[in-house]
């Protein structure tokens, strides 16, 4: 026993002096990988339907180009000099995009106009817009944008599905045939999970399932914020004054829209704004208008969503509803004091 102990002691000396990195589980385990195998991670999929940007934008830019020196840590020499990279979310960054006045713009038609389209004033053209850094300008995170995707298909499921059991089957409760002497196996009944016509054994519950969970607010909002970014990086989002036509016919909306280049879009309009009579009258007609068309989705500001944007392959907002949007994204989130139940 002293024997063994001492040789302990002298193992257990030699392994405290040698450095750490003897000790990593590299050096360990030595077992060669097999080809083809990575240690990172699998970056997430997203459903085959939903369109992003192309090889090119979905990589990211030379840190080299980006690069700042801390200020402070030339003064402090004990410090040393870390890089930071400004990210196209930062909040000093400004973006400027052109508002197409949507009213004004003609629609090429082989025959003379209307004496409703003739009547009707054009809206003044405006400018430029300027949008929020912090909504438009962040970086393309597909591990924000498959989680919100996945929470919001997993929310539309309705989990009706249900199974009929052993008691709900239609079949008889007599004993099928004697217990012994048939040479077969025992039936109670005619309804047996593993008989043709019997029941459904481990099935969904009758009464349906609930496949909502929970997710943060801070992650809808950076992946509502992500998408918009990533389409206004392609170059796939728009900006007109107003959606308003002078006529409710399809023909006319389909015209402008192909003058803008709208053919798969998802137009956005602003959420209870007050409109005067003939705006409003306008706006219906227009609402009236892109209902029979198959790939133009007319959607209200509040119900914008991660799915719907990458599913088409443009996004087409009004100035009211950037405005809208940046108040509703940047609005700071409130946490629920908790309350003790009585």
């Not at 060669?32 to 970056?43: D, I, K």
């Not at 949008?131 to 944008?145: C, E, I, K, M, N």
């Not at 500001?301 to 940046?326: K, M, P």
């Amino acid at each position: 026993r002293a024997h063994s102990s001492g040789n302990m002691r002298v193992g257990l000396r030699r392994a405290l002096s040698l450095p750490l990195s003897k000790f990593s589980v590299g050096n360990i385990f030595r077992r060669q990988a097999p080809a083809g195998f990575s240690s990172a991670a699998a970056a997430p999929a997203l459903p085959p339907n939903l369109k992003l940007a192309d090889d090119d934008l979905m990589t990211a830019p030379p840190p080299k180009s980006h690069q700042v020196t801390e200020p402070d840590a030339a003064a402090n020499p004990r410090e040393k000099p870390r890089a930071y990279f400004q990210r196209p979310g930062s909040v000093g960054r400004a973006l400027e995009v052109p508002v197409v006045p949507f009213f004004a713009l003609e629609a090429e038609s082989d025959g003379e106009d209307s004496e409703e389209s003739a009547a009707a004033p054009p809206s003044p053209p405006l400018s430029a817009l300027t949008l929020s850094a912090r909504v438009f300008g962040q970086p393309l995170r597909l591990d924000v944008l498959q989680t919100v995707v996945k929470w919001q298909l997993a929310c539309r499921r309705q989990g009706t599905s249900s199974t009929k059991r052993i008691g709900e089957v239609r079949g008889s409760g007599k004993k099928v045939r004697p217990q012994k002497g048939g040479g077969t196996a025992r039936a109670g009944h005619r309804r047996p999970p593993h008989w043709r016509g019997g029941a459904k054994a481990h099935g969904p519950v009758t009464g349906g399932r609930d496949w909502t969970y929970k997710l943060n607010k801070k992650e809808r909002r950076l992946g509502l914020c992500v998408a918009l970014s990533q389409k206004l990086a392609e170059g796939n989002l728009l900006v007109v004054d107003a959606f308003r036509t002078s006529t409710h016919k399809t023909k006319e909306l389909k015209l402008k829209l192909d003058s803008l280049g709208v053919k798969d879009a998802l137009l956005v309009t602003e959420h209870g704004k007050e409109q005067d009579e003939a705006e409003d009258e306008a706006h219906t007609k227009f609402l009236t208008a892109a209902r029979n068309l198959p790939k133009i989705h007319v959607q209200r500001q509040l119900g914008c969503n991660v799915y719907d944007i990458l599913s088409r392959e443009q996004v087409v907002l009004t100035s009211g509803a950037v405005a809208q949007l940046e108040a509703r994204l940047l609005k700071p989130v409130r946490r629920k004091l908790w309350e003790p139940k009585i």
